[in-house]
């Protein structure tokens, strides 16, 4: 398979992270959201893939966008080890959490957002999105959560969290109101397949933010 | 779930995430009580401590349902598909599901957040049609090109899926915001093949129990 990414994309981040965990191998073909006005507008990246964003995967004769399109689609063909529950409702809940994420945060927040409201506004626009967002799910996982987002075992919801966490301190959001949202991601970040994933290592990170 | 058992939807006439959820239950047969959340009404019942506590989203589309409560309309879909799995509301090959996910989730999460209500209320009074425009052109210039390749009679082939019950609510959006569907003719020939369907009518926001009056078709 190969993995249209950009180090730093959170969205890219979810598909690595469950590639990882699936023990899916894959090349990378890093695409730079800023160089060249944005490789991901070029004609090329544009025939691949019409909605001009990372990540997308070329797999199984097939090209997928869209990170939580891509996970269910890896879920079903590649379903060991699970990223959903076996149970509906926790199903549910997975689901919830991870759109909540996807779906209502990190959109208000990506870079071509930001681009429209203007730099003396991002900041603000991004925090605000951040902790509106974070405000709903520290309160959701009061219910949900155990050791992970739901009960006890990483899903979807988990590839999810731990980048927009990332965003949040790249964004300068104070975290002291989230207690669970950060127990759960250093918990995560413990793991190796966020590690492996994690923007500081991949092909296209700067040198300069390396680890 | 009410006294008679049966699911509660909270949810707004005009919402369309709840459109999307209405659609979904009309097409399953699933019967269901509705719970009017006005999104506007009381500087907004969304933000009410009791709608609060059963959906901290503070958000419609929420569904009471088998003992829970779930939000995030895409996620309500998914739980009904698994549950209620007739008639099909996702194909059965993985590569055909992937495509309806794709869509449902381009529309879902790309296109309907920029241009939602409380986004709106951020860019000011002054900028939101350009600015609810901006979002949805730039969605539906990559839908059409995506529908090329996927579409048959719907949104993926010939059977009505998730990613329909996303489209037709974003169409009403555009024609709200006064977009232009000239430049996506698939888009608007699914979009009315869909609105003949009984479940897309019987759910349509000018049909609901909150529809004001002046709005009731």
Redesign the interface.
Known sequence: PILYSYFRSSCSWRVRIALALKGIDYETMPINLIKDGGQQFSKEFQALN????VPALEI?G?T???S???I??LE??RPTPRLLPQD??K???V??I???I???IH??QNLS?LK??GQENQLT?AQ?AITSGF???E??LQSTAGQYCVGDEVSMADLCLVPQVANAERFKVDLTPYPTISRINKTLLALEAFQVSHPCRQPDTPAELRA
Do not use: C, F, H
Request: glycine share 4%.
């Open positions: 019409p909605t001009r964003q199984d097939i997928i966008s869209q939580l399109a891509i269910e689609y079903e063909t509906p409702k199903r549910a809940r689901r919830m991870s759109d909540l996807a779906g209502g959109p208000l957002v429209q409201v626009w605000n405000n709903s799910l309160q959701i």
